[in-house]
């Protein structure tokens, strides 16, 4: 059976160019070449397997973890990789370790907020990794709520130094990933105080460990907080505690590239725009985007694959039984999270050349469009992580009882990806920020001030507020205007609902607590119009490839049906469309479900993933799950005696105590 392609019938239906398709999905013709002999290159070195880390003990984990970065760095070093390179090796190790904090938080911020001088200083010690640096902002007490961080920096005029402390045992620093067991230096935020005078939170570097023997220094207590979620997954990280008890660090350590505390102990604002800060944030979510729809696209692969794989009932006459995939209650749950994938794949790639924009235009001083885009990538930061981690779990679901199994992949990957939901803003804390951004923008209206980016719809209010849906029949719901309008009258409808009722409140936060769920929905329904009308504005370029714009077109209207169909009460109750047209939209959504099934497994092979990055016995390339199934559980260190310890004193005198009873 080995060597056979069982799932080579369900390729050969495809309709469109698979390769040209791995193009779009990864970006460039450049991106794949690179991702695909990265990823092969990780896939065939032994020290990097991972079928066996769900088994692991924590320190075992660890201990791997860490071996696998310095193999990792080792490899990067002698071939030689480039920046791009080295990026691509280590997301294909896949296992959640130090170094992800440490090149994706610790060296942006560095770049961030630190002066040039401080730059010339600490990033090339960081960029041949003779420091390891951790980003310590989470405190026990405060995650979400930075500006009640506890820890202090209190500036010491006498010797020139800041002294760090833990005040409250809640102002112990807790989570952040690398502080643990291996940073040697941390981004720590404190409360910036001189001459007893409180400026709010700031950045500061701080040495925790000896570079020679990895000791804390004096003054620090620092450790793992323990074990968390799941098996393998994100326990290889060390996220860590850490309290300080007057640690002294020399001024010029504080991150100064907005404000500055002189040597007298003056606290001066640079020339240089707080708001440049921003830039940084923009880039950690546009991060988290493009990561939610390669965790998204995983599991959808898996389940696509084991879905076509696996048959069940329908059999007549003793004949094969019916494929899985080819149930319609299969394919209304699978296929719009395959069309979510790439929906969040598109809208991640447009974040990132709003990244691009956003710090040309903050170069030039220009922040106009700087509480836009915040509010954007705050927005969609939530709705794609959310979606992501509920559509993991309906995935394994999706795959039936084999889906529970840890070799399906599906649990580690579960595991490994719902914190996503709560680090860098938690989740419905950042839909509470643009809905305050929405609230705005409608105040605004009346003035006529002209609403920008991802909310110039909003300056067509009137419009949107009178139009009615023109869907007369099914395939009327095909038209991306018509699919837009809905959207955009969706969108404005409910966030103009939530700022009438806001305005009978006389203390608008009192009103803005109140309506909290109203306005965290608003939220997402403009988060959502976003990401149907990025996936619209893909389709509006060239896409060569026979049949892949069709394909792609195809995911784009199951997306936004489902969508519709999935918010259906919303689209109902703002009169965006009618009873008569949601149900249009539903057979519609049927009629696409049918026309994507031939096409589905080609579909997930264009994200071009090697068996190792994915993980699964169940998403095999070959299909062939059965025979791999029944050898993976022989594997399980529980078979490795026939008898199992134990038997002696548990097993054997309960079973002689049930003989003797039976006899009396």
């Not at 105080?193 to 570079?211: C, E, M």
């Not at 850490?242 to 001024?251: E, G």
């Not at 924009?357 to 885009?373: G, I």
């Not at 001030?449 to 099914?474: D, F, W």
Request: overall charge neutral; hydrophobic content about 40%; proline content about 4%.
């Amino acid at each position: 059976m080995e060597g056979v392609d069982h799932l080579a019938h369900e390729r050969s239906k495809a309709q469109f160019d698979v390769d040209q398709m791995k193009v779009v999905w990864v970006g460039s013709r450049h991106a794949l070449q690179v991702s695909d002999r990265i990823a092969r290159l990780v896939a065939s070195d032994p020290v990097l397997r991972k079928d066996n880390r769900t088994m692991m003990t924590r320190k075992e984990l660890f201990k791997n973890t860490l071996r696998k970065a310095a193999h990792g760095w080792k490899r990067i070093n002698e071939l030689r990789l480039s920046e791009e390179e080295a990026s691509w090796f280590r997301h294909y190790v896949d296992q959640p370790a130090y170094t992800d904090l440490h090149w994706g938080m610790f060296v942006p911020f560095i770049k961030g907020s630190g002066t040039e001088e401080q730059q010339k200083k600490w990033l090339p010690l960081a960029y041949k990794m003779q420091i390891i640096g951790c980003y310590a902002q989470t405190e026990l007490g405060h995650g979400s709520n930075v500006q009640g961080l506890e820890t202090t920096a209190t500036f010491d005029p006498k010797t020139d130094e800041f002294v760090l402390n833990s005040p409250t045992l809640t102002s112990s620093k807790w989570w952040p990933g690398g502080l643990g067991k291996a940073a040697t230096h941390a981004v720590a935020f404190a409360r910036l105080i001189t001459d007893g005078k409180d400026h709010g939170v700031n950045g500061f570097i701080v040495q925790l460990r000896s570079l020679d023997d990895h000791l804390p220094l004096p003054g620090i207590t620092v450790g793992d907080i323990g074990m968390k979620f799941g098996n393998g997954a994100y326990n290889s990280m060390d996220n860590g505690v850490l309290r300080f008890d007057n640690v002294r660090i020399p001024r010029d350590q504080m991150l100064m590239r907005v404000a500055q505390v002189t040597r007298e102990g003056k606290y001066v604002q640079s020339n240089v725009p707080r708001q440049l800060l921003y830039g940084t944030m923009v880039f950690v979510r546009q991060t988290i985007v493009a990561d939610a729809s390669t965790a998204l696209s995983r599991a959808v692969c898996i389940a696509t694959r084991y879905s076509a794989v696996r048959r069940q009932f329908g059999s007549e006459n003793g004949g094969v039984e019916t494929q899985v995939i080819d149930y319609k209650t299969q394919q209304s749950r699978l296929f719009p999270l395959l069309a979510s994938a790439y929906a969040f794949r598109f809208v991640g790639e447009w974040l990132k050349w709003l990244y691009t924009d956003v710090t040309q235009k903050l170069q030039a001083n220009d922040f106009s469009t700087l509480p836009e885009v915040h509010a954007c990538t705050a927005g969609l930061k939530s709705v794609t992580t959310s979606a992501t981690a509920d559509a993991i779990e309906e995935c394994r679901k999706l795959c039936g009882g084999h889906g529970y199994l840890s070799n399906s992949g599906l649990p580690e990957l579960f595991a490994v990806y719902v914190p996503a939901c709560t680090y860098e803003g938690d989740n419905v804390v950042l839909l509470l920020q643009v809905a305050r951004f929405l609230m705005k923008t409608v105040s605004q209206l009346p003035s006529g001030k002209k609403p920008v980016g991802t909310t110039s719809y909003m300056g067509r209010a009137e419009h949107l507020i009178q139009c009615r849906c023109n869907v007369q029949k099914v395939e009327d719901w095909l038209k991306p205007s018509v699919i837009l309008e809905a959207f955009e009258a969706r969108a404005i409808r409910m966030s103009i609902a939530c700022a009438q009722d806001l305005s009978k409140f006389s203390n608008q936060e009192e009103g803005f607590a109140e309506l909290s769920s109203n306005l965290a929905e608003a939220a997402v329904a403009h988060c959502q119009l976003i990401v149907v009308s990025k996936f619209i504005e893909k389709l509006q370029q060239d896409i060569p490839g026979k049949g892949v714009k069709e394909q792609l077109q195809n995911l784009c209207n199951i997306y936004a049906l489902y969508i519709i169909h999935k918010h259906l009460g919303d689209f109902l109750s703002t009169g965006s469309i009618t009873a008569k047209q949601g149900s249009l939209a539903n057979d519609q959504l049927r009629s696409l479900y049918s026309k994507l099934r031939p096409n589905a497994i080609a579909l997930v092979d264009a994200f071009n993933y090697t068996d190792h990055y994915l993980g699964s016995v169940l998403g095999r390339y070959d299909g062939n799950v059965y025979p791999n199934l029944y050898a993976e559980a022989w594997k399980d260190p529980l078979n490795e005696s026939v008898v199992p310890d134990g038997y002696q004193e548990y097993i054997q005198p309960l079973l002689k105590n049930q003989l003797r009873n039976a006899r009396l």
